[in-house]
């Protein structure tokens, strides 16, 4: 039998946690000292000042704001209040950490000009050095998976076996794969399942320093803290850690017709001078889907060029407005999601470094039965396998359509629409799966005809030319 991955409906509810599929690498430590950051006494100076500039705040506010332990910037603050820069309005507890700091007009000058240089503001940087060696310890605790593990991550899914057996070495392999099938039958969620199979939890920054240039990393939309899962009632001690640092579930990160070759570089912003990180440096460590494949703003051939090299050697190539080109770790499995066929999207050149290759196609009359059934239970519908017979009956043989595995989900969602709109509670009839296929699907036979213009009487045409 070919192989078929079906989505289910319930593919947004929470799947099975993988966590044992893959380690966590260790947390960043504490700094212990200004040295340990790897910033220099200017670059925090800078960042301290530019923080106090919004408005007065206690030592242990700026410390947090900034996620620096308030001991390592004390120095520094009472060093700009020799200088005239800071000064102290008050005080809301004991020790210069309670004490309500503020610019004075001399600081607020100074703010303006660091200012003019960049407007960053927030947590303090991490040096790119270390950045990197936090995505190689990552790449090193990686597990890998076994058959059973990933039969768990992809519980919430039907997905035959013999994807499964073509997903998870690619996944142990860590190596970028094409899904290609059908619209419809799944790829997208399969690749969505990929970052949830793959379990555990990596720790972002905030932002990375390159040689004085802030690029902000960690992306509240693309990026899935764990930060609040900490209980700060808890009697239990949490292991402390570098704060430059948030801790994140695996990212998934998926584009769409929207990619286009700007997104893969550094994005300058010549007002507030500073950089926002490509999406595939934001997806590292995690998934980097990009669904339709060949239907984006630019050709498939210039997009695939620009990942030739990190595809190959695993590291990518970025450039500074000045110029300036740095290497970044491009520890990320790719996935390509298309209806296209992948010969009609590349050359053999590329499609040899995309090892796995994985077809998509629609799901068989079984398959089709159990994702209707789970989308009936999803929805608390009564299921009984003669309604999946009367639309193949009546739906699908007359006009000759294949089964997709989107189907069963957006037909009951049609049919739950129309019971509520007439007021009766969601119950599955011929009649109503009638009245879903008419308006789901497109040349359907049991689509009613267009209603011919009705021809007015002569007399009200006189009337309106009156």
Not at 14 to 42: H, I, K, R
Not at 171 to 195: D, Q, R
Not at 239 to 258: F, K, L, Q, S, Y
Request: charged share 20%; with cysteine.
């Amino acid at each position: 039998m070919s192989a078929v991955a079906t989505a289910t409906a319930a593919h947004n509810a929470p799947a099975v946690e993988a966590a044992d599929c893959a380690a966590t690498a260790p947390a960043p430590p504490v700094p212990t000292s200004l040295q340990d950051t790897g910033l220099s006494v200017d670059q925090v100076e800078r960042l301290l000042i530019k923080t106090l500039y919004t408005g007065e705040a206690t030592g242990l506010v700026v410390a947090d704001r900034i996620r620096l332990p308030y001991g390592m910037l004390e120095p520094l603050i009472e060093r700009m209040r020799s200088e005239q820069l800071v000064e102290v309005r008050g005080t809301t507890g004991s020790g210069s950490a309670g004490y309500r700091y503020t610019l004075t007009d001399g600081g607020r000058d100074r703010a303006r000009q660091y200012f003019d240089a960049s407007q960053y503001v927030g947590p303090a940087p991490v040096p790119l050095a270390s950045y990197v060696a936090q995505m190689h310890a990552l790449s090193a605790a990686r597990g890998y998976l076994d058959r059973e593990r990933l039969r768990r991550g992809f519980s919430h899914l039907v997905v035959a076996d013999q994807i499964l057996e073509q997903i998870g070495p690619a996944l142990n392999a860590n190596k970028a794969m094409f899904l290609y099938g059908p619209p419809g039958n799944g790829k997208t969620v399969i690749a969505e399942g990929l970052g949830r199979t793959l379990g555990g939890d990596m720790y972002m920054p905030h932002a990375i320093d390159v040689d004085g240039h802030t690029i902000t990393m960690f992306d509240p939309i693309n990026h899935d803290s764990l930060e609040a899962d900490t209980d700060s009632s808890s009697i239990v001690a949490v292991a402390p850690r570098d704060r430059r640092w948030v801790r994140i579930r695996r990212p998934v990160v998926m584009v769409g017709g929207e990619l286009t070759l700007d997104m893969l570089d550094l994005a300058f912003n010549p007002l507030a001078k500073f950089y926002e990180a490509p999406i595939q440096l934001k997806a590292n460590g995690g998934v980097f889907l990009v669904d339709d494949f060949g239907r984006q703003r630019i050709s498939p051939q210039d997009l695939l060029n620009r990942w030739i090299v990190p595809l190959e050697s695993r590291v990518d190539y970025l450039t500074l407005h000045t110029g300036k080109k740095f290497q970044v770790p491009f520890d990320v499995l790719i996935v390509f999601a298309t209806n296209l066929q992948p010969e009609s999207l590349a050359d053999e050149a590329f499609l040899r470094r995309i090892p796995y290759k994985i077809p998509i196609v629609d799901p068989s009359v079984d398959q089709f039965t159990r994702i209707f059934e789970l989308n009936c239970r999803r929805r608390n519908l009564k299921f009984h396998q003669v309604m999946v017979a009367y639309l193949q009956r009546r739906h699908y043989h007359p006009a000759g359509r294949p089964l997709r595995s989107c189907h069963p989900r957006d037909l009951l969602d049609q049919v739950t629409a129309l019971c509520r709109y007439r007021g009766i509670e969601p119950v599955i009839t011929r009649e109503l799966l009638d009245a879903a296929c008419a308006s789901y699907f497109v040349g359907s036979a049991d689509t009613p005809p267009a209603a011919k213009p009705v021809s007015r009487p002569q007399a009200a045409r006189r009337m309106e030319v009156q």
